[in-house]
């Protein structure tokens, strides 16, 4: 995990000894990487990427910010460490990463099982707390790595989410199968978050 504070232009300008309109114009020719604050204008550019451009010019990390840079880090290994493990079983990439990313920001450790076959592969070697399930993947169905979960005993603890664009009746068998929960697609990165940490909270 990476530090994710935020530097202006003017700080990193401070940082490297140049004018803050140099700052801008690295920016303008994509040689630093920023964002805009919303309804300002403003740019942004994060500590992570900072570094980057500085290691990627053969420039000088400044000593103030790699002593915070490392206390952040080291406090986001802590987190990690205490955090708990999510595993998504998705077989579309780019929703199985929107779920990675929303659930990495707020603190779990997660994996990602592109089939059912693989799932069941990562519930042994991963041993997560939670899986957000989706019910219709090639091969190994969710259903069926529902019913292999539930005739496990070592699974027994694990939580189970169905994040599924299924019908209705695929969605009921899900939970009359052992599901714990159901979120349907599509949905809010908040949605998510709340029903995962509801779920893992009734384990603690």
Do not use: H
Not at 166 to 186: F, H, T
């Amino acid at each position: 995990m990476t530090n994710k504070r935020a530097l202006t232009t003017g700080e990193i300008a401070k940082y490297c000894s140049v004018n803050f309109r140099t700052v801008i114009r690295w920016i303008e020719k994509g040689y630093l990487s920023a964002y805009k604050l919303p309804g300002r204008g403003d740019n942004r550019v994060t500590v992570e990427e900072f570094l980057r451009f500085l290691e990627s010019n053969n420039m000088p990390v400044p000593e103030s910010l790699l002593s915070e840079t490392t206390v952040a880090n080291t406090k986001a290994e802590e987190l990690v460490d205490a955090s708990r493990k999510v595993l998504v079983v998705e077989d579309e990439a780019n929703m199985a990463k929107a779920i990675q990313r929303a659930l990495i920001r707020s603190g779990y450790v997660v994996e990602l099982a592109a089939s059912g076959v693989e799932a069941g592969i990562k519930l042994a070697n991963f041993q997560p707390d939670l899986v957000t399930l989706d019910l219709n993947m090639p091969g190994m169905s969710g259903l069926e790595v529902l019913q292999y979960m539930n005739s496990n005993e070592a699974y027994s603890a694990v939580k189970v989410l169905l994040v599924s664009a299924a019908g209705k009746a695929e969605l009921i068998r899900g939970m009359s199968s052992g599901a714990d929960a159901v979120l349907e697609k599509p949905f809010q990165n908040e949605e998510l978050l709340s029903a995962v940490n509801e779920l893992l909270s009734e384990t603690v």
